[in-house]
């Protein structure tokens, strides 16, 4: 058997073809003529070089140079492409389009292909898709082409979709939007079922929860002053993180309370695991959660063992006048009320933000007692949707569409837009009501406006050039107005 190390040459540290010298004709013959990659210290100049040859000596749109101050952003990203002897093809531009923090909003431009090499691979249409995949990864929600006109049904082909007319350089242009479906399918994947499901399923009403209350995560038990609540936690997180799971299935249940302004009085669980031992780690955390968030009792509820993993909690609260998630109107405005504080749980980046198992009693407390005490049109806590999907749900529930400003979210600064809107984010509650009203006491949560219901259905995206970009093209569930 022959070393890796062997295989380099003495000294150089260069990586050798392996294929060349296994002698794979097969596979040599199928491999593509250029790779796609990230520019580095060699690759750049020979792209600002064919840049200025294509866009200034070739074409005639710069006089002198065509460079600009997203050349000199350091967060700007450059993908080349290399023939397979390393000579750069061609290459395009991408990064943030406004100045300050990243909004989730790109640009892509500067795309040239050396003339020697067009229309013989391919090389533009790799390059275009490359670049859409590296912004997606980045977690951008949207992404914006200036075109020129002759290249516009490249892009369509591709996908892209036309805007308006805009002129770059002094030419005419068409400006291309790539649809980023992010949060769509996220909505699609987790709630898009529920109104059909309970519109054929035996015995079920639509209407679950009752009149003025459709689509809220808790129910008000008639003649009396209860609200109750369940979630069952996701199977793997119970199997692979125990004591985590049985955190969180007290934390979304009295989310869930604190949505509607209910005080928790009581949890029931229904848990299954493989043996005592794993089921300790989740009784654990779940006495943890409920010690944490007041000493909330755990009332009982029902344990197997030997049987795959499974949680699920009940819990019971009281209002005399529980806030419906449905009761936003056009008009209303959005508030978004979020814990920042904390990080990604671990090994969930980017999908669910731990912002409470840090947090001192009163500071819970404070923050699941917000709702109660503001007294909105509205409420309903953030869960699996994300906050554009939540953000729908109450929309639909309210016979409304939503807008929200992205550069008024608040956030947290190791989060992307992207990844903050689609994931779990611990603490976090949207609620709508007219405009100047008090907002939420919250503790050490943030809360700030930062949106409002409009006709219609859907949620758009508003960015700070007054765009409003698609994130939930229609209504969520399916179940309804309340």
């Known amino acids: 058997m022959i070393a890796y190390e062997e295989l380099l040459a003495p000294g150089s540290g260069q990586v050798p073809d392996i294929l060349s010298l296994l002698g794979d004709r097969a596979s040599l013959a199928r491999r593509p003529a250029f790779r796609i990659e990230p520019a580095d210290s060699t690759t750049l100049p020979a792209y600002q ?21 997203r050349d000199d952003d350091p967060r700007t990203v450059v993908l080349v492409a290399r023939s397979a002897d390393g000579d750069v093809l061609g290459g395009v531009r991408l990064g943030p389009a406004t100045d300050g923090p990243d909004l989730g909003w790109w640009q892509g431009g500067r795309l040239a292909v050396d003339g020697r090499a067009r229309g013989t691979g391919g090389i533009g249409a790799a390059l275009i898709r490359s670049a859409c995949a590296h912004a997606e990864t980045a977690g951008v929600l949207r992404f914006d082409a200036a075109v ?23 030419e005419p242009h068409v400006l291309m939007r790539w649809p980023v479906r992010r949060i769509q399918d996220l909505v699609e994947g987790t709630k898009a079922a529920l109104g059909p499901l ?28 209860l609200v109750a609540a369940c979630d069952a936690i996701v199977p ?70 030997g049987v795959p993993a499974s949680l699920s909690v009940t819990a019971l609260g009281r209002t005399t006048s529980p806030v419906p998630g449905g009761g936003g109107r056009p008009g209303h405005e959005i508030r978004l009320t979020a814990d920042l504080g904390g990080r990604w749980r671990s090994n969930y980046p980017g999908r669910q933000w731990d912002s409470t198992s840090h947090r001192r009693t009163p500071e819970l407390r404070t923050m699941i007692g917000s709702v109660a ?30 807008v929200l400003d992205v550069a008024r979210i608040p956030r947290p600064t190791g989060a992307t837009v992207a990844d903050w809107l689609t994931c779990f984010p611990g603490f976090a509650m949207l609620t709508a009501d007219g405009a100047g009203n008090t907002p939420p006491p919250a503790g050490p949560a943030t809360s700030a406006v930062c949106g409002e219901l409009v006709p219609g259905n859907g949620v758009g995206l508003r960015w700070p050039d007054g765009d409003i970009t698609e994130a939930v093209t229609s209504t969520v569930t399916g179940l309804g107005n309340a």
């Open 236 to 305: 793997a997180m119970v199997e692979r993180d125990p004591d985590w799971a049985g955190w969180c299935s007290v934390l979304v249940n009295i989310n869930d309370l604190a949505a509607m302004g209910a005080e928790p009085v009581g949890l029931l669980d229904a848990l299954g695991a493989r043996n005592t031992s794993h089921a300790t780690r989740l009784l654990t955390g779940l006495r943890r959660a409920a010690e944490a968030y007041g000493g909330i009792p755990l009332l009982g509820g029902h344990t197997q063992l």
């Open 49 to 69: 070089r064919l840049r200025h040859e294509v866009f200034v000596r070739e074409q005639g749109l710069f006089t002198g140079t065509d460079r600009d101050d």
């Open 373 to 402: 005490a503001a007294r909105p049109a509205a409420a309903k806590d953030v869960s699996m949707a994300g906050i554009a999907g939540t953000l729908g749900m109450l929309a639909e529930a309210g016979g409304c569409g939503a």
């Open 148 to 170: 020129q006109v002759r290249n516009e049904p490249l892009f369509d082909r591709l996908g892209w979709r036309r805007v308006r007319e805009v002129e770059a350089a002094g």
């Open 198 to 225: 309970l519109a054929t399923a035996a015995g079920l009403p639509k209407a679950l929860g009752g009149p003025g209350f459709v689509g809220d995560d808790g129910a008000p038990v008639p003649g009396s002053d």
